[in-house]
């Protein structure tokens, strides 16, 4: 069961809540619905009046403008946490506009039962009126990574409900794109510590990434990571090699002890899993 929001207009002013509503079943047994519930009831005489032309008659079909979800960056979603980000999206209508919201999916489309995403969370929706005619709202949604599976990392359309202030109800599914990826760790140690200058020192490590299969972190594979050094005083780091991760995500190579400093690894990323470096490990050359 997915969670939608619903948005009244009640004498101008904006009630926000959210509600369950049974979800279609996808063949890989999640479910979730991308229908916003968005509602409006027809605002009193007095607010008609007080909102001119824009409420007295629909001249053009509503619209909604534009929707983006993170700012467009991409979304690192872990194992346990809940990932919660925040939305902005646009919409215009004649009459006014009630409330607009946003939602991710994958798929072929909205209504295949193949597709899956996340709405917004109903009380986070804030909206601002820009004019008469047009109103942008933010808000926030929450990616489950108890819902996810592998394949989810990669590309996720960006749609939008809407509502008028005169109750009409109009949507678009794929207004944008944002990118979501399995969030990655990775270690490092530097050893032996304190080691003579000149002396071969060995830098393991490990780097992981969420498996939303399993619930787990797991070894990353055949991956490129960089070796990198920072002599003590120095404000940034040096490549010192390019090291290749084992089938489970370990990392080992040597080097010779040259000076006092850190040492780190340092991973670029991927388009499914995120760039990270991990935390250096000070060496003490003697």
Not at 67 to 74: E, L, R, Y
Not at 217 to 236: E, R
Request: net charge positive; hydrophobic share 35%.
């Amino acid at each position: 069961m997915r969670i939608r929001a619903t948005v009244a207009a009640v004498s101008g002013a904006l009630a926000l809540s959210a509600f369950a509503v049974p979800a279609a079943q996808a063949d890989d047994g999640r479910s979730w619905n991308p229908d916003s519930g968005f509602t409006a009831t027809q605002p009193s005489a007095g607010e008609k009046s007080k909102r001119g032309f824009a409420a007295a008659k629909a001249a053009a079909a509503p619209k909604i403008t534009s929707a983006v979800v993170n700012g467009g960056k991409p979304i690192p979603v872990g194992t346990k946490s809940k990932q919660t980000v925040p939305f902005t999206a646009t919409a215009t209508a004649e009459a006014g506009v009630g409330g607009v919201a946003a939602f991710i999916w994958i798929g072929s489309s909205v209504e295949d039962e193949d597709s899956f995403g996340f709405g917004p969370n109903g009380k986070s929706i804030s909206c601002k009126v820009v004019s008469a005619t047009t109103s942008t709202c933010k808000g926030t949604i929450t990616l489950d990574p108890g819902l996810m599976i592998n394949s989810d990392a990669t590309w996720w359309r960006v749609g939008a409900s809407a509502v008028t202030e005169e109750g009409e109800e109009f949507q678009h599914d794929a207004l944008s794109k944002v990118r979501v990826q399995r969030f990655s760790k990775l270690t490092v140690n530097a050893s032996p510590e304190p080691v003579k200058k000149g002396k071969t020192i060995t830098v393991t490590g490990k780097l992981t990434r969420a498996n939303w299969d399993t619930g787990t972190y797991k070894g990353y594979s055949k991956q490129a990571v960089k070796l990198q050094f920072k002599k003590k005083g120095a404000t940034s780091y040096t490549t010192v090699k390019t090291v290749t991760t084992s089938s489970t995500g370990t990392l080992k190579t040597t080097v010779k002890a040259s000076a006092d400093g850190t040492w780190r690894y340092s991973f670029a990323g991927t388009p499914s899993t995120p760039a990270v470096s991990a935390k250096g490990d000070y060496l003490d050359v003697k």
